[in-house]
T-cell receptor, first 109, second 111 residues
């Protein structure tokens, strides 16, 4: 079965603390993995994708095929990082995205 | 605003009524997607188009749901005989290749 699991509904940290948002996936084949973010009262937008291997807004995510994970990390959280984060995957022969249930990140001052 | 637009933004309807939503993608994007999101869940894929062709439909898309993209530009999603379980945020996204750009969504409430 194709599935994305985000075990944490809510993650609360203080400004400057490291952040790791967990994402595990189940997919038979080689999926493409994404992190999407939704800031308050804004639309869903792409944060990063594993094939680009970029760091966006200080966030990075490494695809671990052995553990089927794609955790999102940032060494020093900022208040403006507070948002809803969704991990998603798509398959080789389809563009449809399969999303996890999301993790709300709260960064306190 | 050159992003994906959706209308209406909110719709309240009574059970059993039909509703239609519209999505206008980014102009040069040939792919258009519909997703549904309920409270506490991530978006769930419903269907997608490449130009005017509907290429994939989810099993979530019962026969009460129909989507069209007649000229390969805007798309409509119609729900017939709405049920309370249809209450959700309906999201549209478009892409040219790769990244999907999402619209603001249409929130449907069925009373």
């Amino acid at each position: 079965a194709q599935r994305v699991t985000q075990p944490e509904k809510l993650l609360s940290v203080f400004k400057g603390a490291p952040v790791e948002l967990k994402c595990n996936y189940s997919y038979s084949g080689s999926p493409e993995l994404f992190w999407y973010v939704q800031y308050s009262r804004q639309r869903l937008q792409l944060l990063l994708r594993h094939i680009s291997r970029e760091s966006i807004k200080g966030f990075t995510a490494d695809l671990n095929k052995g553990e089927t994970s794609f955790h999102l990390k940032k060494p020093f959280a900022q208040e403006e990082d507070s948002a809803m984060y969704y991990c998603a995957l798509s398959g080789r022969n389809t563009d449809k995205l399969i999303f996890g249930t999301g993790t709300r990140l709260q960064v306190f001052p | 605003d050159t992003g994906v637009s959706q209308n209406p933004r909110h719709k309240i309807t009574k059970r059993g009524q039909n509703v239609t939503f519209r999505c206008d993608p980014i102009s040069e994007h040939n792919r258009l997607y519909w997703y549904r999101q309920t409270l506490g869940q991530g978006p769930e894929f419903l269907t997608y188009f490449q130009n005017e062709a509907q290429l994939e439909k989810s099993r979530l898309l019962s026969d009460r749901f129909s989507a069209e993209r007649p000229k390969g530009s805007f798309s409509t999603l119609e729900i017939q005989r709405t049920e309370q379980g249809d209450s959700a945020m309906y999201l549209c996204a478009s892409s040219l290749q790769g990244e999907q750009y999402f619209g603001p969504g249409t929130r449907l409430t069925v009373t």
